[in-house]
């Protein structure tokens, strides 16, 4: 289906592009819906685990989005150059079937072409992501460490060459880290923030009941002279090798 609107100021628009290095990265909801339910199907997921998933599928993104908005349309930063930001909340996107990898990797891809309102080229970005601080769905967790995956687990896997350090992330979180590439139903939003509002910006949506969000990871300089190995003999001209950092 097909949503159409209207809005009167297309500046308050969040896009997928607009991402600046160092700002944060939030979630605002658990992911591994993907892989719950493929255990569910199986009859290996526990029904309060169920329960679990359904309530977060079936929050809506709306409170997330609202608070978003408050802050664009009533915050005002100085940059660095002494430069008034309008926009402190920088761009956002929902997480669904790509996992939040791949909606990961489309933000940080979408500045490469970009401009800013002035004109000028928009930064190259990469990210850091801070597995600890992602929240997971336990039920999803568990299916992972029962060796079940959705059934669109393995093309969306074709994002680890985004990772630096795939390997060492796959080794030393066996059971997080799949997850990356989980596909979402009902998803949370993705944002990039500034530093200087992220932690009154993550109070403030959970205050409005947004519990779950959390800062999951920032935002740093993308240089592909950087990258000196290639993940699994891929293709190192790929401007998506070496997106992102796991800590």
């Known amino acids: 289906f097909t949503v159409n609107g209207c809005i009167s100021d297309p500046k308050l628009l969040l896009r997928k592009q607009g991402g600046k290095i160092?700002?944060?990265i939030i979630l605002t909801?658990?992911?591994?819906?993907?892989?719950?339910?493929?255990?569910?199907?199986?009859?290996?997921?526990?029904?309060?685990?169920?329960?679990e998933a359904i309530k977060s599928m079936t929050s809506s993104n709306r409170t997330a989005s609202r608070v978003a908005m408050e802050y664009i349309q009533n915050e005002t930063l100085q940059e660095e150059d002494g430069s008034l930001c309008q926009k402190?909340?920088?761009?956002a996107t929902d997480v669904t079937g790509f996992g939040l990898a791949g909606h990961l990797l489309e933000m940080l891809?979408?500045?490469?072409?970009?401009?800013?309102?002035?004109?000028?080229?928009?930064?190259?970005?990469?990210?850091?992501?801070f597995?600890?601080?992602?929240?997971?769905?336990?039920?999803?967790?568990?299916?992972v460490q029962d060796?079940?995956?959705?059934?669109?687990?393995?093309?969306?896997?074709?994002s680890r060459r985004a990772v630096t350090n795939h390997k060492e992330?796959?080794?030393?979180?066996?059971?997080?880290?799949?997850?990356?590439?989980?596909?979402?139903?009902?998803?949370?939003?993705?944002?990039?923030?500034?530093?200087?509002?992220?932690?009154?910006f993550i109070e403030s949506l959970q205050e409005n009941g947004v519990i779950a969000?959390?800062?999951?990871?920032?935002?740093?300089?993308?240089?592909?002279?950087?990258?000196?190995?290639?993940?699994?003999?891929?293709?190192?001209?790929?401007?998506?090798?070496?997106?992102?950092?796991?800590q």
């Open 169 to 200: 992330a796959l080794e030393k979180f066996p059971a997080r880290y799949p997850l990356l590439f989980d596909p979402q139903t009902a998803g949370g939003l993705l944002f990039f923030v500034s530093s200087s509002i992220c932690d009154r």
């Open 131 to 143: 597995m600890n601080q992602i929240p997971y769905l336990q039920g999803g967790l568990e299916a």
């Open 29 to 51: 909801k658990a992911i591994g819906t993907g892989a719950l339910f493929a255990a569910d199907m199986r009859a290996k997921c526990r029904g309060v685990l169920v329960e």
């Open 109 to 129: 891809i979408a500045n490469d072409d970009g401009k800013d309102e002035s004109g000028a080229p928009m930064e190259r970005i990469a990210a850091i992501l």
């Open 147 to 158: 060796g079940i995956l959705s059934s669109l687990y393995r093309e969306n896997f074709r």
């Open 22 to 24: 160092g700002d944060k």
């Open 213 to 246: 969000a959390s800062v999951i990871g920032e935002l740093i300089e993308f240089s592909p002279n950087a990258v000196e190995t290639c993940q699994m003999g891929m293709d190192c001209g790929s401007d998506t090798i070496g997106r992102i950092f796991i």
């Open 88 to 91: 402190p909340v920088h761009s």
